[in-house]
């Protein structure tokens, strides 16, 4: 088993190659894993049932035992994904504007690959093909640390990946497997400048706080999910219905999963119970405040909240609800407790959709939409390295350009500064 510093440092040399590979060759590359994934499938599936069995055995929830289950439709459109990176635009090389000086200076702004990217993630294999993907497209290499829960399924990715990247003429450790899941590998990661030039931790709150507050490589942060669905005042109460549905119950262990539900006072005695009705089949517990308990107190599954059920990412069959007086109580509400990941309004109002919008302080911002769609697949990108919601370089789904810097190339003709 390598160690972090010997894989980064083995990543670092492939970056270079990677560097100056051509948009042809990336493309050649990432079909061949395309089709590698699927050709290997079954082993990755035997390698994922052990993963899954160990999980179960450990009393994992069954929310995350799905966010780490790998079935047919999940891997072929894992691989699917692999190909459409490769149809996107190739973002290396390209010329963001040209200034020509007075002096007569030719100034240009060109994309280039950051380098070397680590990539701390927890029990979700397809971010292992994600990642690698992304990462070889932007002409970078990656070294992935995933969580012990996924360990064989991960390993087993990898090895396929490797191994058509090998035949596509690129060198294997352009992506790489950090087989350490400890807690030390970790810290090793975070301390690895020079050569890791970008960390990106991918997970739950408490991942991402370590990483943050310890990591001396510089870090990407991608965010926690507490995502909020507003029920506007005379909104369309099926419409509505329908969002919270499937922003809570489609994948509830997801970061763009709703764990919020604002409800207006004029519309609460209506939809709630409505509400409560498409959400009981999926066994969803409503943490609700005075208001929202008051009208569906004695309905299964309802308790009272506690005041730090607003501001917590459940990652499971778990919603909070709280009625608002007004579009500016709910959107004070989504300022004190969202993450700036994915928002939504239900809402007839066009006046109020744009207030909403401009507003909210958010990496997504939905009217009428679930926030589910938060996603680099379904945003047009082929797949995302994480969903940022910081504001420094990139923000929302990641796709290949958020994985490369930029460079000026200045030409002149013997200019010198007096």
Not at 334 to 341: E, F, K, M, N, Q
Request: aromatic share 4%; net charge negative; with cysteine.
């Amino acid at each position: 088993m390598r160690t972090v510093r010997e894989l980064a440092g083995a990543a670092k040399t492939a970056s270079r190659v990677l560097a100056q590979t051509g948009t042809n060759e990336k493309r050649r590359a990432l079909c061949a894993i395309a089709d590698a994934l699927e050709a290997h499938k079954e082993e990755i599936f035997a390698a994922n049932a052990q993963d899954l069995r160990a999980a179960e055995e450990g009393g994992m929830r069954p929310a995350m035992l799905d966010r780490l289950k790998l079935n047919e439709k999940r891997l072929v459109a894992a691989a699917e994904g692999v190909r459409e990176i490769s149809r996107e635009a190739d973002p290396v090389g390209c010329a963001e504007g040209t200034v020509l000086r007075p002096n007569g200076l030719r100034i240009e702004k060109r994309r280039v690959p950051l380098g070397v990217v680590g990539i701390i993630y927890e029990a979700r294999p397809n971010v292992t093909v994600d990642a690698a993907a992304l990462c070889l497209y932007a002409g970078n290499a990656c070294v992935l640390r995933g969580g012990k829960e996924a360990i064989r399924t991960n390993t087993a990715l990898m090895r396929v990946m490797r191994g058509a990247l090998a035949d596509a003429g690129l060198p294997e450790d352009a992506m790489t497997l950090c087989e350490d899941t400890s807690r030390e590998s970790a810290g090793e990661m975070m301390a690895a400048t020079g050569l890791l030039d970008v960390l990106i931790p991918r997970g739950g709150a408490g991942l991402i706080r370590s990483v943050v507050e310890n990591a001396r490589v510089p870090v990407i942060e991608t965010g926690t999910g507490i995502c909020h669905v507003y029920a506007d005042a005379g909104c369309d109460w099926e419409m509505a219905v329908n969002i919270i549905r499937n922003a809570k119950c489609s994948r509830p262990s997801v970061c763009n999963a709703a764990e919020d539900f604002l409800v207006h006072a004029s519309e609460a005695k209506k939809l709630l119970p409505r509400v409560w009705h498409a959400l009981r089949p999926y066994g969803v517990e409503m943490r609700c405040d005075e208001r929202a308990y008051a009208i569906l107190d004695g309905m299964e599954g309802v308790v009272r909240a506690r005041e730090e059920d607003f501001a917590t990412e459940f990652s499971d069959y778990i919603l909070a609800v709280k009625v608002v007086d007004s579009l500016d109580e709910a959107i004070e509400e989504i300022a004190l407790h969202g993450t700036g990941h994915s928002e939504c309004i239900v809402t007839e109002s066009y006046a109020r959709a744009a207030a909403f919008t401009e507003r909210v302080d958010a990496a997504a911002v939905y009217v009428n939409a679930s926030t589910r769609f938060t996603d680099g697949g379904e945003f047009g990108l082929g797949a995302e390295i994480g969903i940022s919601t910081q504001k420094l370089h990139a923000r929302g789904p990641m796709g290949a350009a958020a994985l490369t810097s930029v460079k000026y190339v200045v030409s002149g003709s013997g200019q010198i500064r007096e």
